[in-house]
Every structure is written in C-alpha cells, then in structure tokens.
C-alpha cells in the first residue's frame, strides 16, 4: 500500500475499513455491509467503535448493525455541532469583551 502513494491516513483508514469488514464478514454478514458502513463511518476512529461493538455485542441481525452505525454517525456529528458552537460562542465573546478593533 505505501508504494502507490497513500499518506499515512489513508493507509490507516484502509487498514481499519479491512478490519471492519472482515470483522462483519466473520459474523456471517455481506462483505458489503462492512464496505457501506465504512464509508459511511468515515474515519478509522469510528470504524474502532464499530469494531468494539461487534466485537461486544456479537448482533445476529443486519438491523442491529445499521442501528449502531447510525447511532455512532449521530453522536459524531452532535460533537461536531457543539464544537461549531463553541468556535462560535468563543468568537462572538471576544468580539463582545475587544470590539471590531
């Protein structure tokens, strides 16, 4: 993989994607499923979190697979609205506390 390159992140993003969908694939799953869900989860920390609840919860039907990866896509971006209100938040207090100056 480092020979067609890929940055480092993109390396670890397919190493993770790999891990997920043979993770789903071993519970009797599509391999499919593992692809979609993630593209869908985007990022290698929340295909981590996908992997520990497979791993946890060992889910025997595709619903309850979906639901987790729905539930996770939720509560990141939650965090990412609260980190934009914060910025935000932050901004206008500075804005209020020195002026345009």
Known sequence: MEGIGLTEHQIEWVRTKEKLVEDIARLGFPRELGELIAKQLKSPKAMH??????????????????????AICSEIEEWRDKKECEEANAKYNELLNFGLN
């Open 49 to 70: 979190r996908m992997m520990s609840y497979l791993h946890n919860v060992k889910p025997q039907n595709v619903e309850l697979v979906v639901d987790e990866m729905l």
